[in-house]
């Protein structure tokens, strides 16, 4: 009967650490709305139950840090290749070796070293009022900063990483004395003051108070849905050069992840062709893998080349860009 005993007790034991491990825990600076189906489409597929809390990415990564081998998370999912570079560079994320991420993954949008990982990407280009500015008369993100758009350019605040981003890789491009040249032009070009966001941005687009802008495209989709007689056009940048600059939405397994290998089984499943989708459809973005199609709404908008400078650069040449376009005077 004892013997009886110590099976039961042991069996228990066994179970429990077994229902643990079939737990990822996520820290998440995506919105609920966008990762809680994707969590609960994993469940119902594979029974692993996906606990997950959302805040902006600042206040996350420095919950990872305070929290150190303490913390419960076992991903970080959050936006912009800056951000994941930022994570990485502050040792809170851990390298993983995965075939299936590696193949379902481009490698320009992959961190080198394996500790993060796009799941979506997210195109940064420039659109136009269609009833004042012809598509022919488009071409290029340096192009904007020509006199030809002199008072006739919108663009958001300096302050968003998205912008960030955008001039560090310009800075990979061309180095840093031609790319604030480039930044110091766009100012030189602005209608009115920066804008708060994307949305606001485009509307003043689309309402005649500039001509031009540059903002992410699922901002562009969200807006047209709303108000698709909005007199705003698409226009991929630089096609006939590097191509446009791209960003993505993405994860890394977190340094001290208790289940790694349900981390990177989650990853995995998010980079495949079932949750692609799903992943990319709910905020209007592209897939990352590129075996799976766009949405058709986000099709429509046309085939365009990417840059493939590897994202990474958006993080490593941030801090540069910032100091950058503080001396342009972009603000």
């Given amino acids: 009967m004892k013997r009886l005993s110590l099976l039961c007790a042991a069996l228990t034991v066994a179970f429990a650490g077994q229902a643990l491990a079939e737990e990822v825990v996520v820290y998440s600076a995506r919105n609920e709305q966008l990762i809680k189906p994707l969590f609960?489409?994993?469940?119902?597929?594979?029974?692993?139950?996906?606990?997950?809390?959302t805040d902006k990415e600042g206040p996350l990564m420095q919950r990872l840090k305070s929290e150190g081998n303490n913390t419960p998370a076992d991903i970080l999912l959050t936006v912009d290749a800056g951000n994941l570079w930022q994570a990485s560079h502050e040792g809170l994320l851990k390298p993983v070796k995965s075939a299936a991420l590696e193949a379902n993954v481009p490698a320009h949008l992959r961190d080198p070293k394996g500790e993060w990982f796009g799941l979506s990407i997210r195109a940064r280009t420039i659109f136009y009022n269609t009833s004042r500015v012809k598509p022919q008369e488009l071409s290029s993100y340096e192009d904007l900063a020509t006199a030809k758009w002199?008072?006739?350019?919108?663009?958001?605040?300096?302050?968003?990483?998205?912008?960030?981003?955008?001039?560090?890789?310009?800075?990979?491009?061309?180095?840093?004395?031609?790319?604030?040249?480039i930044v110091k032009g766009w100012v030189g070009n602005l209608a009115t003051d920066v804008f708060p966001d994307d949305t606001k941005m485009l509307e003043a687009i689309g309402a005649g108070q500039c001509d031009v802008g540059i903002a992410n495209t699922y901002y562009y989709g969200r807006l047209m849905e709303k108000n698709p007689k909005l007199p705003i056009g698409i226009f991929w940048a630089n096609q006939k050069g590097s191509g446009t600059h791209v960003n993505i939405s993405g994860a890394g397994v977190t340094r001290y992840a208790k289940n790694e290998k349900g981390a990177v089984r989650l990853l995995e499943w998010l980079s495949s062709d079932k949750a692609q989708n799903l992943y990319a459809d709910s905020n209007m973005e592209f897939p990352v893998n590129p075996k799976v199609k766009s949405d058709p709404k986000v099709a429509a908008w046309g085939d365009f080349k990417h840059n493939y400078i590897n994202v990474a650069k958006a993080g490593e040449l941030q801090a540069a860009a910032v100091k950058l376009m503080d001396r342009a005077g972009y603000r």
């Fill in 40 to 53: 609960d489409a994993y469940k119902k597929e594979t029974g692993v139950d996906v606990k997950f809390i």
């Fill in 150 to 181: 002199k008072g006739r350019l919108c663009l958001r605040t300096s302050k968003k990483v998205y912008n960030q981003s955008l001039v560090a890789m310009l800075m990979a491009e061309h180095g840093e004395a031609k790319a604030e040249q």
